[in-house]
Nanobody
Framework: QVQLVESGGGLVEPGGSLRLSCVRS????????MGWYRQAPGKQRELVAT???????DYADSVKGRFTISRDNAKNTVYLQMNSLKPEDTAVYYC?????????????WGQGTQVTVSS
């Protein structure tokens, strides 16, 4: 079994910062892409940022310049540094991996961590 465990969410005032972490454990697969998605109440889940094993990064336009994704391949961990947070960043943030093993592809999700930006 593969598990993704997120941490670091919480309540922060507008303009503040939070750092999310996601640790992957379980079967040894090739972890091709690690990323973060978010889902606000009444909205669809959306991509926040992804990073490939080789370090190629993609961000949603709404977070460019404010969020930074990074990963530690040795620790199977992905991070999301969130600065200059806005109320519209309020959502449940989910960790996601795209993995492969013996030519098969797998997608895994964490349980989510709540981020609330409010004064």
């Amino acid at each position: 079994q593969v598990q993704l465990v997120e941490s670091g969410g919480g309540l922060v005032e507008p303009g503040g910062s939070l750092r999310l972490s996601c640790v992957r454990s379980g079967r040894i697969f090739s972890i091709n892409v690690m990323g973060w998605y978010r889902q606000a109440p009444g909205k669809q889940r959306e991509l926040v940022a992804t990073i490939t094993r080789g370090g190629t990064i993609d961000y949603a336009d709404s977070v460019k310049g404010r969020f930074t994704i990074s990963r530690d391949n040795a620790k199977n961990t992905v991070y999301l540094q969130m600065n200059s947070l806005k109320p519209e960043d309020t959502a449940v943030y989910y960790c996601h991996t795209e993995e492969s093993h013996w030519a098969l592809s797998y997608n895994y999700w964490g349980q989510g961590t709540q981020v609330t930006v409010s004064s």
